[in-house]
């Protein structure tokens, strides 16, 4: 298969690390930046172009895109037109939504990104809940926070997309979070309330930081924290069971289960897995998402994560959004 790579920064290097790695390496990326083209071109060795229109339905396969959120649609409705399969980054923007859910028996696989269901902890932390481990679950708590400077240090913060408020870091962390909290919980969320709101002086138009407080279909309660403004990072969650508790912490590298009846603490390792240079975040999970997406196109097995559910979490950040604006 022939790969059209749109968007050719950070993420769009990254899925193209993903398709060799997978054994694709037939692929042409797509950039308005001269700079982001040399660089994959040099770094990469693939063919690049600045203007998308020059590109027919004869000349890929499939489309993968890492275009800033605000920006998807239309490659989408590309893809969907020229009637190929499709690959796309968590996003907020639902311009092109009623399209894709249209007409799903197309034969075209439509894969929105879903991440971290694919990260090895959290695919540990689902067997241990599905098997009993800790009784039943109850209720969790979860922080994500990490200061926004620091996520792209090799650029100024205010000049990309997560510093404006319509696609800023919060508001396009929280769907992103929720696609793997919801399948580690196992049922959507039925009710919520919360905020999102700029606290810090950072020096940007976008909500800093997003709390809420939430109540799945299942009834198990949880709250989330997310924060672009703590200047240690965090990813941490605690899952309260009947019988036990869950404990994970990224940083810390394990998995944690609290016993209540033999008042024990078992400690799980987890592999550190690849990283790229300059990255922390390991880099298999990213691979065996694109995998994946491989696997549906062959028609292996149907990938995992529908727009459907992805119209659903938005619909939760909605409501938060919506009382938001009336305090």
Same mark, same amino acid.
């Given at each position: *298969?022939? @790969?059209?790579?749109?968007?050719? &920064?950070? *993420?769009?290097?990254?899925?193209?690390? #993903?398709? @060799?790695? /997978?054994?694709?390496? +037939?692929?042409? &990326? @797509?950039?308005?930046? +001269?700079?982001?083209? %040399?660089?994959?071109?040099?770094?990469?060795?693939?063919? $690049?172009?600045?203007?998308?229109?020059?590109?027919?339905? %004869?000349?890929?396969d499939a489309m993968i895109i890492s275009t800033p959120p605000n920006l998807h649609a239309p490659y989408i409705r590309k893809a969907l037109q020229d009637k190929k399969h499709f690959f796309v980054e968590t996003t $907020?923007?639902?311009?092109?939504?009623? +399209?894709?859910i249209k007409s799903v028996n197309d034969g075209i696989v439509r894969a929105p990104s879903c991440t971290f269901r694919h990260f090895a902890p959290i695919k540990l932390m689902k067997k241990l809940i599905e098997e009993g481990k800790i009784g039943k679950l109850l209720a969790y708590q979860?922080?994500?926070?990490?200061?926004?400077?620091?996520?792209?240090?090799?650029?100024?913060?205010?000049?990309?997309?997560?510093?404006? %408020?319509? $696609?800023?870091?919060?508001?396009?962390?929280?769907?992103?979070?929720?696609?793997?909290? #919801?399948?580690?919980i196992g049922a959507e969320v039925e009710k919520v309330k919360g905020y999102i709101s700029h606290i810090s002086d950072l020096d940007m138009d976008a909500d800093d930081v997003l709390s809420a407080s939430l109540i799945h279909e299942n009834d198990v309660r949880g709250n989330i924290l997310i924060d672009v403004i703590s200047r240690k990072p965090f990813r941490a969650l605690t899952l309260l069971g009947s019988e036990g508790v869950i404990e994970w912490?990224?940083?810390? /590298?394990?998995?944690?289960?609290? /016993?209540? /009846? =033999? %008042?024990? =603490?078992? *400690? !799980?390792? #987890?592999?550190? &897995?690849? $990283?790229?240079?300059?990255? !922390? !975040?390991?880099?298999? *999970?990213?691979?065996?998402? !694109?995998?994946? @997406?491989?696997?549906?196109i062959k028609g292996v097995a149907p990938y995992p994560y529908t727009f459907v559910e992805v119209i659903k979490n938005l619909a939760i950040l909605n409501v938060i959004e919506e009382r938001a604006n009336k305090t």
């Open positions: *298969m022939r @790969f059209l790579v749109v968007g050719l &920064g950070s *993420m769009g290097k990254r899925r193209i690390r #993903n398709l @060799f790695a /997978n054994d694709e390496k +037939d692929a042409i &990326g @797509f950039d308005v930046s +001269d700079e982001r083209r %040399k660089e994959v071109e040099e770094k990469y060795g693939i063919e $690049t172009i600045s203007d998308i229109s020059l590109v027919s339905e %004869k000349d890929y $907020t923007s639902e311009d092109a939504y009623d +399209d894709v979860y922080h994500l926070g990490q200061y926004l400077p620091d996520w792209h240090p090799w650029e100024d913060y205010r000049q990309v997309f997560f510093s404006r %408020k319509e $696609t800023g870091a919060c508001r396009e962390l929280f769907p992103f979070e929720l696609c793997w909290l #919801n399948w580690l912490d990224w940083l810390g /590298n394990e998995v944690r289960i609290y /016993n209540a /009846n =033999t %008042k024990q =603490t078992e *400690m !799980i390792p #987890n592999e550190k &897995g690849k $990283t790229e240079e300059g990255y !922390i !975040i390991v880099e298999d *999970m990213y691979i065996e998402e !694109i995998k994946i @997406f491989l696997d549906a």
